[in-house]
C-alpha cells in the first residue's frame, strides 16, 4: 500500500534489471556496499508508493562468463555460465541485507537450487510474495546456461504479469551511441521495439527484446545512479528512454 500522502504508483508491478555493475564504483570489480546502500535506499523509497517490486541482479561485477569462453581455457563453456549465475547470487545476498536493514520484508529467490541460502524460484510463491508487499530478490538468471540476465529479467516480468520492465544503467537512457565514447550521442526518449532492430541500439540483448515485443512488455531505460530514479521511474515521470510497440 502506498503511504499517506505518497502519490499513486503509475505501475502496480514492476520487474527491475540491475546488472553487476551497479553493486561496484565505476571501474572496479567486486561488491561495493555503498553501491548497494545506495540501491537499496531507492528501492525501499519506490517500494513505498505501493509499487510491487521483483529484482533481477546480473553478476559481471563478480565474473563473467564470458571470460572463460576463450580458446585456450579448459572450462567449458556451459561451466562459465553456471559460474556467473553464482556471481548474482552472492549481490543477491548482499542487496538482501541491505534492504532488510532499512526495515524491508525481503524474499532471495534463485532458479538453482541452494537451500540454505535462498527460496527456490517458484512463480505463483514469487507472485505471492509480491502480493504481500515484500522485495522480491531474483537470482541465478534462469537456472540454464546461454541465456543472459536481461533476458531472463524479460522472461520474470511475462511470468510475473509485470506493467513494466525497467532496466537500470549507468546512463541517462539509450542513446544513438555510446554516450561514454561520443559526446554528441543523442538521447532518445522514446523508441518502438522495431526501432531498437533496426538501429541496433544497446538496449537489451535480442532475445529479451523478443519477448517483450512479443508480449507488448514496455521497457524503461534509465539511470539509477541519479538519485531518485527508481522512484521516479515508476510513478511514470520522464526519466530515461521508454521502448513500446508503436501505436497504431
Known sequence: MA??????????????????????????RGISMDAVTHIARQTVRASQHGTQIAIVLGGGNILRGAQ????TSSVH?????YMGMLATVMNGLALQDALELLGCDTRLMTAIKMDGVAEPYIRRRARR?????????????????????????????LELDADALLKATRVDGVFSDDPEKNPHAV??????YDDVRRQNLRVMDQEAITK????NMPILVFN???EGNIERAIQGQRVGTLVHEEES
Do not use: M, N, W
Request: a positive charge.
Open 3 to 28: 503511504e499517506t500522502g505518497q502519490a499513486a504508483p503509475h505501475y502496480k508491478r514492476i520487474v527491475l534489471k540491475i546488472s553487476g555493475e551497479g553493486f561496484c564504483e565505476s571501474g572496479q
Open 68 to 71: 572463460f569462453t576463450s580458446g
Open 77 to 81: 563453456e556451459a561451466t562459465a555460465h
Open 129 to 157: 510474495h509480491l502480493d504481500k508487499g515484500r522485495i522480491v530478490i531474483l537470482v541465478a538468471g534462469t537456472g540454464s546456461p546461454f541465456v543472459t540476465t536481461d533476458t531472463a529479467a524479460a522472461q520474470r516480468a
Open 187 to 192: 538521447l532518445y526518449g522514446e523508441l518502438t
Open 212 to 215: 517483450c515485443q512479443q508480449y
Open 224 to 226: 539509477f545512479r541519479k
